[in-house]
Every structure is written in structure tokens, then in C-alpha cells.
């Protein structure tokens, strides 16, 4: 006995639960970094501005660094869902697309958002020149979020074949939310509503993830 317990105490430790810590703390710190800018930042205005705007100006390097940090804690996320959801349904799939965005934050670092609306403090109002680097923006955004909506679905599915119906609905809940603020945000950029709509889209989307993580780092192995 005395042998079996000093194995286990000096073992190696499963990394799965680090891993999906990292996906706990990705969302808040996205979230509370950008929010932190978007009440900071001159001339920056939550009901008009997407928050990729922030990557603009003198300060806009927070912002970018603040994708690539919240990417690699996605991408660190995803590879603990894989050891954690293995074996059953959704097991290669919900990680593969959350990686895949996680992946596309670091494309939108490199390709920022064309400056426009107003923002940074002396741009033109209006829609602004578009530029290879905001088209490039917004095809990386684009991917992205299409990838974390159809993981939303496909948790969902692993979950209500599991009989866990408080989670697959809330996976479905928070998808679906996210695919609408999503083509809200697309179709009417610049429009209070829509710009609203997206930013509890984004913070819906990144709850979901650190629940998720949180509830699946309580039964890693």
C-alpha cells in the first residue's frame, strides 16, 4: 500500500487539467482587456466600434497582444478537450474547431481591422478605405467564428446523446447566439443594435467556453 501511494504521489501529472484552465481564464481575459480599452480609449465608442477596432492607434499593440495571448490559451484549451472528451462523440471534432478558432485570433492579429467610424480619434467618419489587411480581418473573423458556432452544435449533440439536456441546451442557446450576432454584426456594421447584439454574442461564446472547460477539469482523470 505504502509503495501503491508514493507511485501516485510522485507520478506525472495529466496535463489535461492545465490545459483546460487555460480555456477557463481565455475568455475573461479577452473580454476584461478589451472592455478595459473600450472605456479607456479616446474616441471609442461601445454602442458603434467593434472591439478588433482597438488594435488601431498608439495602443492598438494591447489589443493585438491580447488576441495572441487569448489564441494560444484557446489553442492550449483545445488540446486538453481533445484528452478530456476522448473517447465518445464530438471528441475530435469540438476541439479541431475550437482550435480552429483560436487559430484565427492569431490571423487577426497580423491582419488588423481598417481604421474607420471615427476611431482611432482623427479617422473620418464613415465606412473608411478598406485594405487588403481589414479584408484579410475579416475573412480570418469570419472562419472563426463559424468554427466556435458549429462546436457550440457539435458539444450539444455529445451532451444530449449523453442525456446532460441542461447542457446541450445551452450549447445550442449559445451558438445560435453567437451565428445571429455574428450576421447581425456583418450585414450592419456601424448600427448600435447590431454592435450591441455582437459584443453579448462574443461574451456569451467565451462563458460558454470557461464553463465548459471548468466543468470538464472537474472530471479529468
Known sequence: ???????????????????????????????TVALAQALTREGFDLTRHPWSFLANGDLGWIQTANFVVTALATIACA?????????????RWAPRLIGAFGVSMIGAAIFPADPAMGFPAGTPEGPGVITMSGVGHMAVGGVGFLCMVAACYV?????????????????????????GAFMGIASGGGVVWSNIAFIAGIVAVWCWLSLLSLSLSRTAA
Do not use: C, D, K, N
Open 1 to 31: 500500500m505504502t509503495q501503491q501511494l508514493t507511485h501516485t504521489a510522485t507520478g506525472p501529472i495529466s496535463p489535461v487539467r492545465p490545459l483546460l484552465g487555460l480555456g477557463v481564464v481565455a475568455g475573461p481575459l479577452y473580454v
Open 79 to 91: 488540446a486538453g478537450l481533445r484528452r478530456a472528451l476522448s473517447p465518445g462523440r464530438g471528441a
Open 155 to 179: 458539444i450539444a449533440s455529445r451532451f444530449a446523446r449523453e442525456g446532460r439536456t441542461g447542457w446541450a441546451v445551452y450549447s445550442r442557446v449559445t451558438g445560435t447566439l453567437f451565428l
